[in-house]
């Protein structure tokens, strides 16, 4: 028998909406006054046997982590532990937020640890735990740099933010009111140091930096780009996405950053979940720590302690955002320590560029480090569609726009050589493909090619859309 | 490393392959800015780190909660756990490649749709983070849709302030006021509220059951109010209250936002989901992602995300939201919840809502030195008690392993007790713990 | 779009073994002496993500109950509440069987409260735990019957079964060493009262019975059938393996069987694992109860006890058999009470009756209760390779072979009429179709025909044996 | 029903199609075995059932276990537990279809390859019940394939009372007789095994680890004097212990039966896993289920049960056993343990049980009163401790929350102590508890 890859998915199946299937409707009798109830109600309402036939169905048409490897670039699909939902499914866990501190110290002393091991990873002095995703930390990170200039009576108008960068780094400065100057890359990848000289000014208040950047490049450029952002009254901003490349390594506090995001769905492997839950905790230099949410986390003699800042935004989630996916990362960095983290990025670097030396496409710009973006010869997208038939997920495609036809690349340090070399072999027999002949792919999937433009034209997004046809 | 995948042969192999002698050479990180020191912190086995975490968690005491405040617990059957735990949901990203995520698409398609049956509004979206974070989308949402300026949103007065912050920075860019109109007697003050408002309000927020634990008995008349100045309506409520109540459109709401993880999340110190809804004129401009039906090649119906331009990925600082990674998983698990229920689960469960917070409240009066519920009116899962000193109440009762919490509410001071399908059976220690405050029942 | 079935996997798929991914050979070096130890240990290594993957997969290549029905007569597939895998994985659970009895009354009170069940539910006087599986528990009972003969010094030789009964009666018989007196089903496909009446004498130790039988069909002289054989100084065992259809209308003791088992994972839902574990207990009549399986747990006032039978056979397992197969039955029999126990057997047999109601094969006897068996016109093995490529799990075949060509057909409770509907298009899809084109299937399946006879010629039990070729 | 499926209407429609009013009348059950009583057991929700069930479990003392005696516990990961609960495998049947069950069958496969390196022989069964029955039915395995006449087993005197119990149940109805060899100093006296056997023997069995926890210094001269005459020479030992001793059929075993539960349960109450493995020879004779590998139509390798006409649904009273039920999910279980261990995992793991009794009677030892190991020579989780009254020392021990048992030896009693990874940790509390009887450190 040959090795064949194994496909975690081969061929068309279909299975109808739980609406399809059984819906009861239900008269509404209540102790409420009949003006404020609903006179009946239809739902589906399949037995529980039924119900976990059909998420067990729908599970088996979907791809994760454990089906095979997903090398989306800047999205560092590692493997995530499963013992963490072990912690995560305590019962100690069940603590409402609004107990008095004494009475939830667990949930406090967590916290605190968290945000030490937090602090120390990202050459930070202080960190919040509050904001719920990787965007929220941004915003929160706005916020709080809005309020620092604002103490100072130094309010500014302008956010930079790289061609290259994350479309949540424009999006949130947006949010938080800010113009959003866009600054060119040079032509090694980088930041243009004299563009941002140039853009740099009274009115920037902050320049939006990944590092390595979303081609995997580091800027080297850093201490030179802080000084240059500093000199003019703006902070830097570190965008936290692509951390995996960096631990034990380089910290983004001894570059200069004076704000950054934790993904802790990325670096710490907490699981993605289909799109979420993440979590964003936020590090500030000391000088900003007045101005973060609250509440923060103190030990005192007494215990541990809730407090608000003195200068504090208030807050960015009305608790602490995902506490489940707190302590899973911090679970997944005390199994690890110093030697297994630092060996994380060693393992996602090499990972990385050894991928990159067994595929038949083009790779622009390095040296590289957790992930690089390949230029495809073809449609990207449908370089993508044509990988799933080969039994693995493809990478990001078409981003960054810097490079033609990008196939951004990340394949994080839990791939083993053995997967690598079976993505290689998807991208290079794809690569060896008719480029016509990639529009009739994906064939071994459970869905054909959608057709996404035309669900876009008529929007049907519940069942009630469909009934009415 | 815990997780190691190469073999030292396999490692030697791809260092060849890269040609580096070390992993170390392939970082192109200036000395300058290299991390020479340590951490500190000590890797440990599988077995000690749960030991580690778990017992922290065993730190916190054992009680009773009665709190609520914008975290509710239900019972979630353990189907929800077995089935949202499958790695194919758990672990998978979010669904850029349709062709192999048709099963989160389709959950994540189910899940809008109950939403819009719930709310009766035309559009659902996957999710927002929570209640509060919902509530900011929907004023920037407001000031996206408005046909004339606006600058202001209004919301009670009752709004807890811990949602109110977080409005308060949604709102800080685009630079929209915040107002608050009156409350009377715990619900909306209409009249008050027609005072208070202008051409100039972009969005009239309403929420049942609202901070006092009581159903707002007249929102159609808090809706004219909004719509005479063609603001929207945004009604804020959740999950399994809907299973009750009047679905939003019908009284004129516009946007509905809430918390969902009143279905399929248990008490988990404040994690939650945010329920967006609106009506569907406002679907290009509505926050996070969509799922839509459409056909593959085959001609099959398949679900794909949708309206995509929308998003930052594509939009960058001109997109709906900043909203990324959002609450899919939650969503999935909530749609799994309902479905378990069906209709007359969710109508009881809410209807437990209903009548074990005034049970708790009638047992409560009947104490010397309380009074419950302190308001007039129907409630849903929390009312108000009076009492002479609240905190001590809340300060003896913790003694007995009993959670409550105070509320202000103008210049008073009451206990807030919150009575769900979990703890109703534990009243009697509530009811035991108030009683041996002094008096006695 | 039309309905199809939900195919829970269509097409080919191949996963390596563990060991032909990578291996790895250790070097043993112990703080033993080198004579007792091994020179080297070699195994598959797979980091934890290749693992999970690994088996992840071979799960995608199987099929269990929340796949879609397992109709198989005398298996009792039932749906298996997930709730009592949580209480599986409760801590509680963690007791060692030597501890005191004082530092395990947990443990021992829900021995006693299921033991208690039990004997309700079986209208039995006494119920051992002990034994690990439904043939444990015919092996233990037949023991038992053994030695209250002994102690009576009426040593027997023969136990009868009908031709009919489980393989396993017939084995656990022999086991014990008897010699089997097969009985022959009479024209109804029942017990031919006229002929037990011959075969049973002076040497029949035990007349074993299911009831109803594999046939589905109540054993109605069952008053006659228990007279003969107490007369002649035998007892009647009870095969608990279609006791799914009598809950809340029958009980086994009231109809004269002296000793039974009870298949926990049939009846009481507890998974099949993919073979195992079950649990088996026994109940007996009043005076049979001396010669129970030790330790028994009865309560005193000091709480409860383990204690010895005064005339025990001993012990059957080293301990208690399967205890979270026992503490899972009992959280379900508790879930369902009277009421919901009393319908699990209106709602098994009302499923089964309207199934042969809606398929194409004859069903030559009748009435049946929670089973039936339909007669194919073709190879009941094609027929059930067939139905494989309709996406559900066809029935036990070619068995019991009073039918010909049988396709016993258990569809149990919680089967909804549209899955019975499925299954029923499934059937008679299969009943349309040429014979001859039956052979070629399955097609839509993992693996296609097996040729299990080549596979038996040819033992190959190992990774080392596919080595060596 | 808690998992009812019908709806009114179809139960109706269902009705209807079979031709009654009421399943009830489907029943053919005389009046006079009619059960019309109740059980007296009350339904409550899976919520109620659960603190019911849990409730009662929370009643067993919390303590620090150091028992052993034939069940032994060891952490197992989590990532087993999380795959062997996908539902595909949990609730899956014995594998009679194998084109839609090839993944445990593979997987079933996988276990059998690991039990044959484990062991070095050449055919294992998909599993056994304990180790205890494992035992009984390598009893009547010899008793099938001895060429001549032997109604005789040998078993090592240290034989804990519940396996040979179990033994005699196995072996009563072929009329096997059971008789002991003698022991001395805790391991087997190879001359009084000589005297002890004849040619009426059909196997002698012996036990490393032995029932002292001591692993035997010449099982090959064991393996002599069974082979002298022609019995059979079986081997007890576990799965853990085997990652580090020599594999049995290096010193002549011809059937090694066993505790495979040691990889993938922890102490759960005594649930188990019988390893079995034997001589090619014994092929057609072996009990239990056998999965092979061979080929499908399309000529990819596949898998399948086979050999089955030595089973009791084929061959009834003339099965090689009457096993049916197994305990398959454990055998996936044990397998993903072994290969998360991987090798170097499992001879640690091994090395643990040597290095970590060997630690805790050295401490034991050193205390006043007590004598830490009574036998000499090398242990493996287990030894046997010297003190003036056992009884006493096991009661006072359980009042200080740490679990023990006496250990009968010949006239002696002396106290068992069992060590593994998952209590070395607390063996300061077992010393503590030692030394606060009467003498002190």
Chains 1, 3 share one sequence.
Not at chain 1, 9 to 15: K, L, M, V
Not at chain 1, 202 to 231: C, K, Q, W, Y
Request: proline share 6%; charged share 25%; net charge negative.
């Amino acid at each position: 028998v040959p090795h064949q890859q194994a496909r975690w998915f081969a061929g068309e199946q279909y299975e109808p909406l739980l609406s399809e299937k059984r819906t009861e409707t239900v008269e509404v009798d209540s102790s409420l006054p009949d003006d404020l109830t609903r006179d009946e109600l239809e739902l589906p309402a399949p037995a529980e046997p039924e119900l976990a036939r059909h998420y067990t169905h729908l599970s088996q048409m979907n791809y994760g982590v454990e089906s095979g490897p997903i090398p989306l670039g800047s999205c560092t699909m590692k493997y995530n532990p499963s013992f963490t939902e072990d912690i995560a499914a305590h019962p100690g866990n069940r603590v409402h937020p609004l107990r008095d501190d004494a009475d939830k110290q667990g949930i406090l002393r967590l916290c605190h640890e968290l945000q030490d091991a937090l602090a120390t990873i990202g050459g930070m002095d202080a960190v919040t735990l509050q904001p719920p995703a990787g965007a929220a930390g941004e915003f929160t990170g706005i916020q709080v740099a809005k309020a620092y200039h604002a103490a100072e009576d130094d309010e500014r108008s302008e956010v930079i933010v790289p061609e290259s960068a994350h479309g949540t780094n424009f999006a949130s400065a947006a949010m938080a009111g800010y113009d959003v100057v866009e600054l060119p890359s040079n032509e090694n990848g980088r930041v243009e140091v004299d563009a941002l000289r140039a853009a740099v000014g009274s009115e920037t208040a902050l320049l939006m930096l990944t590092n390595p950047n979303t081609l995997g490049l580091f800027e080297r450029d850093i201490g030179e780009i802080a000084d240059i952002v500093h000199d003019a009254g703006g902070l830097l901003y570190y965008d936290g996405a692509n951390l995996n490349s960096l631990l034990g390594k380089a910290r983004p506090g001894d570059m200069g950053f004076d704000v950054m995001h934790f993904n802790l769905h990325k670096t710490f492997a907490t699981p993605h979940g289909g799109g979420g839950p993440g979590q964003g905790p936020i590090g500030v230099r000391a000088d900003l720590e007045p101005f973060l949410p609250t509440p923060q986390v103190r030990e005192t003699d007494a215990g541990y302690e809730t407090y608000a800042p003195a200068q504090s935004i208030g807050r960015v989630h009305e608790f602490l955002g995902n506490w489940l996916v707190l302590v899973k990362a911090y679970a997944y960095i005390l199994r690890h320590g110093d030697e297994g983290l630092e060996r994380v990025s060693e393992t996602a670097v090499l990972n990385a560029n050894y991928l990159a030396s067994q595929i038949d496409y083009e790779v622009p710009y390095g040296p590289f480090h957790h992930e690089f973006v390949a230029s495809a010869d073809a449609d990207a997208a449908d370089v993508a569609k044509a990988m799933l038939d080969h039994g693995v997920h493809p990478p990001t495609t078409k981003w960054p726009e810097i490079v033609d036809e990008a196939l951004m690349t990340e394949p994080t340090e839990t791939e083993s050589k053995a997967r690598l070399d079976d993505l290689a072999a998807a991208f290079d027999a794809v690569a060896a493909t008719d480029p016509e002949d990639l529009a009739e792919t994906p064939t071994a999937t459970a869905a054909r090619r959608i057709d996404q433009a035309a669900a876009a034209r008529t929007p049907r997004l519940s069942w009630h859309a469909l009934d009415e046809e | 490393m815990p997780y190691a995948t190469h073999s030292a042969a396999e490692r030697a192999a791809m260092l060849d392959a890269v040609g580096v002698d070390d992993p170390d050479d392939l970082f192109d990180v200036p000395d300058s800015v290299r991390f020479d020191d340590e951490y500190g912190i000590e890797a440990r086995s599988e077995r000690a780190t749960r030991a580690t975490v778990e017992g922290a968690l065993e730190d916190s005491a054992d009680m009773v909660e009665f709190l609520g405040g914008g975290h509710y617990d239900h019972y979630v059957p353990s189907v929800v756990d077995h089935l949202s735990l499958r790695s194919e949901f758990l672990t998978s990203y979010t669904q850029y490649q349709p062709e192999v995520t048709q099963g989160f698409l389709q959950a994540l398609f189910e899940f809008q749709s109950l939403v819009v049956e719930l709310t009766g509004l035309g559009v659902a979206n996957c999710s927002m983070y929570d209640r509060a974070t919902a509530l900011g989308e929907a004023a920037l949402l407001a000031d996206r849709v408005r046909a004339v300026d606006g600058d202001r949103v209004l919301v009670p007065d009752s709004l807890p302030d811990r949602v109110r912050s977080v409005l308060d920075n949604y709102t800080d860019g685009p630079d929209i006021g915040v107002d608050t109109y009156p409350t009377s007697s715990g619900t909306v003050d209409v009249d008050a509220l027609a005072d208070s408002i202008d051409d100039d309000v972009s969005m009239v927020y309403a929420a049942t059951p609202n901070a006092r634990g009581l159903l707002e008995p007249d929102l159609s008349a808090v809706g004219d109010v909004a719509d005479d100045h063609d603001a929207l309506f945004c009604v804020g409520t959740d999950a399994v209250a809907l299973g009750l109540l009047e679905p939003p459109a019908a009284y004129g709401a516009d946007v509905v936002v809430g918390d969902a993880s009143v279905l399929g999340l248990p008490t988990t110190y404040g994690m939650g989901l945010g329920l967006f809804a609106c009506r569907e004129d406002y679907l290009r401009q509505v926050p996070g992602r969509l799922v839509g039906a459409g056909e593959d090649a085959a001609g099959n119906r398949a679900y794909t995300l949708t309206l995509q331009t929308r998003e930052q990925h594509i939009r960058r600082e001109r997109a709906t939201s900043n909203i990324c990674t959002n609450q899919a998983w939650l969503a999935l698990r909530a749609a799994m919840h309902a479905a378990w229920l069906g209709p007359d689960g969710l109508v009881e469960l809410a209807e437990t809502c209903v009548t074990g917070v005034s049970d708790a409240c009638e047992r409560i009066d009947a104490l010397d030195g309380f009074t419950a519920p302190v308001y007039d009116g129907h409630h849903f899962r929390e009312a108000l008690v009076n009492c002479a000193d609240p905190d001590a109440v809340v300060e003896h009762c913790r003694d007995e392993g009993v959670a409550l919490r105070t509320v202000a509410d103008g210049d008073d001071e009451y206990l807030a007790v919150c009575v769900t399908d979990t703890n109703r059976e534990q009243v009697d220690a509530l009811v035991d713990a108030l009683a041996g405050y002094g008096g006695g029942e």
